[in-house]
């Protein structure tokens, strides 16, 4: 079975320039979480889709969006890029919603870098 | 505030024993888990406790103690491959999000 994939694994984006990133839940998942995750600290929970609705948003700008499809993968969006952004982005997909995140698995996360 | 503390760094030596330290404030979160992750690797699921008490998988055991807002990881007979590091997280009580602490960096050496 394939675990969280996420894609692209590194990617290189310059100030003010827009990036997407892409990941697909386990099969059979249906809530996706995203978090960012910058060298040193631990990750930072971002939005959390359960059911193509959004579940959750934390203290993120509006530079930061994303959406679930209907097959249940998701796009993290950010606008704007600023040289903070640089960071590991993580998916973490779960058999169920925000009514109880009893296990989250991660996918590897992209590493997006910001010049 | 949600904060939850650990020590940044932590080393020992092969085959010791090494306890993990997790502080979080008691209003905020519902359960407590407790992720490995290697550099450069996504986190892996090692334990989730929600009542109190120690929960024992193998070489690893966890406790938690919700009154005092405390959770331990503890890592038995220490492998060159437990070297990683170990996020402690909590599930926040509003909306069952994780919150997660900095990380502690453990160091096995020969």
């Known amino acids: 079975d394939a675990g969280v994939t996420q894609s692209p694994t590194h990617l290189i984006k310059t100030r003010g320039q827009h990036v997407t990133l892409r990941c697909s839940p386990i099969s059979g998942h249906k809530s996706v979480s995203w978090y960012q995750q910058v060298l040193g600290q631990g990750p930072q929970f971002i939005f959390q889709?359960?059911?193509?609705?959004?579940?959750g948003r934390g203290n993120f700008p509006d530079r930061f969006s994303a959406r679930q499809f209907p097959n249940y993968s998701s796009e993290l969006n950010v606008n704007a890029l600023l040289l903070g952004d640089s960071a590991l982005y993580l998916c973490?997909?779960?058999?169920?919603?925000?009514?109880?995140?009893?296990?989250?698995?991660f996918g590897q996360g992209t590493r997006l870098t910001v010049v | 505030g949600q904060n939850i503390d650990q020590p940044t760094e932590m080393t020992a030596t092969e085959g010791a024993i090494v306890q993990i330290n997790c502080t979080y404030q008691?209003?905020?979160?519902?359960?407590l888990f407790w992720y490995q992750q290697h550099a450069g690797e996504a986190p892996t699921f090692l334990s989730y406790n929600v009542l109190d008490g120690l929960e024992e998988k193998g070489r690893f055991s966890s406790f938690l103690s919700r009154s005092k807002g405390y959770s331990y990881l503890l890592l038995k007979e220490l492998q060159m491959k437990d070297s990683a590091s170990y996020l402690c997280?909590?599930?926040?009580?509003?909306?069952?999000?994780?919150?997660f602490g900095a990380g502690t960096t453990v160091t096995v050496r020969a």
């Open positions: 008691t209003s905020g979160f519902n359960g």
């Open positions: 973490a997909s779960s058999l169920f919603g925000p009514w109880g995140d009893t296990e989250a698995f």
């Open positions: 997280a909590g599930e926040r009580t509003n909306d069952y999000k994780l919150s």
């Open positions: 889709y359960y059911e193509k609705e959004e579940r």
